[in-house]
């Protein structure tokens, strides 16, 4: 017996040079409430995936016209559409080249099609806003020095003006801002932030954490505002004159 088509959700598109792979991708992304279309090459893709039509898009790292690389370089100069970038198994280096550059998450070839929906379900809800109905009230937004986030809306501001990142990025500011002056470990963050298990070889959340340093600067006084703790994790400094919020 077929296995039921859910409901129709966001539509996903596929940037693979893989024929037969793209064909079974959308099949099964079918099945599980996902529309997709796929295309084959990196500058159809970058066109397509800024169309506004798409909700993820799914980029492989080995393109035929251009590297994956250059395709999300052109798509984050104009979209914080979420992008998962597909890289070659034990290739960390281009894993740690993708989240550098923007991507929201990763997955080594050749991987479980369940784990890939997990993973699109997952960067789905880093990236959109909660229903109005659901959203936080004011009180619930967390502001620490200069940094200002607000939770409903997903923004954040320092001094006053708007920071550009990531689902993931401004899901692990907030676990930061919320949990400020307590150290949190690596296994901490990946389940709360990356929603999946840790593992001791995955260093993403390390790169996730460097991007959100570079993007966020220094305290008003010059000082890290996250730092990190050998062997464990992180912690960001808690300010003197913290307010608002949980902080």
Same mark, same amino acid.
């Given at each position: 017996?077929?296995?039921?088509?859910?409901?129709?959700?966001?539509?996903?598109?596929?940037?693979?040079?893989?024929?037969?792979?793209?064909?079974?991708?959308?099949?099964?992304?079918?099945?599980?409430?996902?529309?997709?279309?796929?295309?084959?090459?990196?500058?159809?893709?970058?066109?397509?995936?800024?169309?506004?039509?798409?909700?993820?898009?799914?980029?492989?790292?080995?393109?035929?016209?251009?590297?994956?690389?250059?395709?999300?370089?052109?798509?984050?100069?104009?979209?914080?559409?979420?992008?998962?970038?597909?890289? *070659? =198994?034990?290739?960390?280096?281009?894993?740690?080249?993708?989240?550098?550059? /923007?991507?929201?998450?990763? @997955?080594? #070839?050749? &991987?479980?099609?369940?784990?890939?929906?997990?993973?699109?379900?997952?960067?789905?809800?880093?990236?959109?806003?909660?229903?109005?109905?659901?959203?936080?009230?004011?009180?619930?937004?967390?502001?620490?020095?200069?940094?200002?986030?607000?939770?409903? *809306? =997903?923004?954040?501001?320092?001094?006053?003006?708007?920071?550009?990142?990531? /689902?993931?990025?401004?899901? @692990?500011? #907030?676990? &930061?801002?919320?949990?400020?002056?307590?150290?949190?470990?690596?296994?901490?963050?990946?389940?709360?932030?990356?929603?999946?298990?840790?593992?001791?070889?995955?260093?993403?959340?390390?790169?996730?954490?460097?991007?959100?340093?570079?993007?966020?600067?220094? =305290?008003?006084?010059?000082?890290?505002?996250?730092?990190?703790?050998?062997?464990?994790?992180?912690?960001?400094?808690?300010?003197?004159?913290?307010?608002?919020?949980?902080?």
């Amino acid at each position: 017996m077929k296995k039921p088509i859910k409901a129709f959700g966001p539509r996903i598109l596929v940037v693979d040079d893989d024929v037969e792979l793209c064909k079974l991708l959308s099949q099964f992304l079918l099945q599980n409430g996902f529309p997709t279309e796929a295309v084959h090459g990196g500058a159809k893709g970058v066109e397509s995936a800024l169309s506004g039509e798409y909700a993820l898009v799914i980029l492989d790292v080995m393109l035929p016209d251009m590297k994956g690389f250059e395709a999300l370089r052109r798509i984050r100069a104009e979209s914080r559409i979420p992008v998962l970038m597909l890289t *070659a =198994r034990g290739d960390d280096q281009d894993r740690i080249l993708g989240l550098e550059m /923007g991507a929201d998450d990763y @997955l080594p #070839k050749p &991987f479980n099609p369940r784990e890939l929906s997990a993973r699109i379900e997952a960067v789905l809800r880093r990236s959109s806003p909660p229903p109005a109905e659901l959203r936080m009230e004011p009180e619930d937004n967390l502001i620490n020095e200069d940094i200002e986030l607000l939770s409903g *809306a =997903r923004v954040v501001r320092r001094a006053g003006k708007d920071v550009d990142l990531t /689902g993931v990025e401004f899901d @692990l500011l #907030k676990k &930061f801002l919320i949990s400020a002056g307590h150290i949190l470990s690596r296994e901490e963050m990946v389940r709360a932030v990356l929603s999946r298990e840790f593992s001791p070889f995955d260093r993403s959340i390390d790169t996730h954490v460097s991007n959100l340093r570079k993007k966020l600067g220094p =305290r008003p006084d010059g000082s890290e505002r996250i730092k990190g703790v050998r062997g464990i994790g992180y912690i960001y400094v808690l300010a003197s004159h913290a307010r608002g919020g949980k902080i």
